[in-house]
């Protein structure tokens, strides 16, 4: 009788990564065993404790839901519905070196003199200077000579006479240049626009209170309101690439905001360029800022403080055109997490109706908190001149040496525009 033999099939588990070990006629084979399911969800920290894992989930929490929001105004609700304590930076300031400070909490290296496009005249560019020479000669005249005026009020002369002049003299030379400048027949003039920007910035511990050793964010608002600002459904060209390279430093600041001094407010945080989110015209181009008593030269000079003139005329420009240029940059979709992918670029002039100053700005990075900032080498560029006089006195119904540099500068800065904006406009 024949003896039937089977060998017994025997499994045993591997030593190496959890492998089952089949043992039979065909030899050793292995199979991989299946990825266990977790049994319970991931354990994850409280959203109300006070640990640094809470407020990482907090603020990543909050992030998801910035990234989802499904238009540009629920983003900026979201990101400004917190109400806290925060810095209130005012263009104008009668701060001493209020420039390096604005720079600091900008994240902006200035740069003597224009970006290379505005810096000179090109061949056959500028209109006839002729003809909006006697232009700007005849709105000076009408009024320092013809216009009768009742006595100002105390520290109210020069705005009696600016703030009229500006309201007359830029859309004037704004209509005389809409056939060299097609961008501006469909652009917007507002006059003493609101502007608004909020943003973050270095962090602190808070000393007191029920939130006592917290570390915050550092909080800033700019409420600007220049005399008037042109607004221009087109872009302007940068001024330089977006990842340009540049030399200068920023200004490291390594003492509160305090100091210089800055005072803390609560109350609404507002991202704000002039208009709504839905106009058409969402960007900026050119803003006309009036050089208050707060920058008056002759005050200056009396309290033996001439070198911060142009400090004071600086730190306006920066801080001005950086609100002006984040709020755009947010009405575009972009923030501190989600970092601008193209330049935004805007001018500015301001004066106090005799000496003008013209700054531009480029703003590269929104990306100035601390998380945000580890790894970040773009920088904000702003450039400026230093003020130069119009005319040197008013005799009668005569403009006495007329500056035309300075009339040459502001058309070239209104006549700034994409390149083929005719094509451009007339797909419009």
């Known amino acids: 009788m024949a003896v039937c033999t089977r060998w017994r099939l025997v499994r ?13 006629r065909a030899g050793l084979v ?3 065993a ?10 994850l920290p409280s959203r109300t404790a006070k640990s640094k894992s809470a407020q990482r989930r907090r603020l990543d929490e909050l992030f998801q839901r910035v990234h989802g929001a499904p238009s540009v105004a629920e983003k900026i609700r979201l990101l400004t519905r917190i109400q ?9 300031t009668l701060s001493l070196e209020a420039d390096r400070w604005y720079q600091s909490f900008t994240k902006t290296v200035f740069m003597p003199g224009l970006p290379g496009r505005l810096s000179g005249p090109e061949p056959g560019a500028e209109p006839d200077l002729g003809r909006l020479r006697s232009l700007v000669c005849e709105a000076v005249s009408q009024e320092n000579f013809y216009v009768k005026r009742r006595r100002p009020f105390l520290y109210r002369e020069r705005e009696q006479t600016v703030l009229p002049l500006l309201g007359s003299l830029v ?25 608004n920007f909020y943003w973050l ?70 991202i704000f360029i002039g208009s709504k989110i839905s106009d058409s015209s969402c960007y900026g181009h050119t803003q006309f800022h009036f050089a208050s008593e707060k920058l008056r030269r002759e005050k200056l000079i009396k309290d033996n403080l001439p070198d911060q003139i142009e400090v004071r005329l600086r730190a306006n420009g920066i801080a001005s055109l950086f609100a002006w240029t984040g709020a755009q940059a947010m009405y575009q979709g972009f923030w501190s997490e989600a970092d601008v992918t193209r330049p935004f670029v805007s001018q500015a002039v301001i004066t106090d109706g005799i000496y003008f100053s013209f700054f531009c700005y480029q703003l590269n990075t929104l990306a100035l908190t601390v998380s945000a900032d580890q790894h970040n080498n773009r920088k904000n560029i702003c450039w400026g001149t230093e003020s130069m006089r119009l005319y040197e006195a008013v005799e009668g119904d005569n403009v006495i040496g007329f500056n035309d540099e300075v009339l040459s500068l502001l058309v070239r800065f209104l006549l700034n525009r994409p390149e083929s904006v005719e094509s451009n406009l007339s797909g419009m």
């Open 12 to 24: 045993a588990l591997g030593l190496n990564g959890g492998q089952q070990l089949r043992v039979g």
């Open 30 to 32: 292995t199979e991989a």
């Open 34 to 43: 299946p990825n266990p399911t977790p049994r319970y969800p991931p354990v």
């Open 84 to 92: 806290r304590l925060k810095y209130v930076v005012y263009p104008q």
């Open 171 to 195: 859309p004037r030379i704004i209509s005389a240049l809409t056939a060299e400048n097609p961008l501006l027949g469909v652009s917007s003039l507002d006059f003493q626009p609101d502007v």
């Open 201 to 270: 910035r270095g962090e602190r511990t808070v000393p007191r209170g029920h939130r006592k050793g917290r570390v915050d964010p550092i909080r800033f608002q700019i409420d600007d309101q220049p005399y008037c600002q042109i607004r221009v459904p087109k872009q302007l060209p940068e001024f330089v690439p977006l990842e340009h390279s540049v030399l200068e430093d920023v200004p490291v600041i390594h003492v509160e905001p305090c100091r210089l001094p800055l005072f803390q407010r609560q109350y609404d945080n507002n």
